[in-house]
């Protein structure tokens, strides 16, 4: 396929803020390089053969040790970069990473793991297997792909774990239901915390 079809569609990938290129809880990570994603700006795959990788989000969260923000890709037709890639090929690979491969990106915006907004985006696009595995597996210690609570807790990103806490207990309590949730009560719950910090 081409860029010109996906165009002015929302994808997603993790990657690294510049501060934590080096940082070890990534040394150990098959996607240990680092590249940056500037908003509104074109960025273009370094090595031909590796290119970049973006994915339509519903299997992300499994693989939250990507990085520590939430890149948000959007080849807008209105940006002054579209004209340039928008008969690039992409490739749609399948994987369980649901990834697309193609040369050059447009960053729509970037946010930080450590802001509970992108656990609850990242909540929200998963696919039902997806969120069961990563609430199950929440507190895995593994390396490579490790649980969330355990990735956030790597990067002390509190206020993050505590959301994906309380949103892991609201979905056990419907019975892992996603329709279920109240994630407006989960941000009251959040912002009153957030706000008790602050005394």
Known sequence: MKINEIKNRDFYKLSKTKDMKNNPIF??????HYIEYIPDKLTVAE???????FTSGKTLLRFIGYGNQLTIINFDENNEN???IMNNDCVYQGTILDQYKTQAVITKRNVSLADPESIKILVKLSDK????TCVEFKDIENNIVPGVSVHLKRL????SLHYWEEFVIEYEKVFYSIENVNFDELDKKYH???TSYIK
Do not use: A, C, R, V
Not at 156 to 159: H, N, R, S, T, V
């Open 47 to 53: 090595d031909e053969e590796m290119g970049l990788y």
């Open 82 to 84: 579209y004209q340039l």
């Open 156 to 159: 002390g990103y509190l206020e």
């Open 27 to 32: 040394k150990n990570h098959i996607d240990y």
């Open 129 to 132: 297997l997806t969120l069961d």
């Open 192 to 194: 009153f915390i957030n």
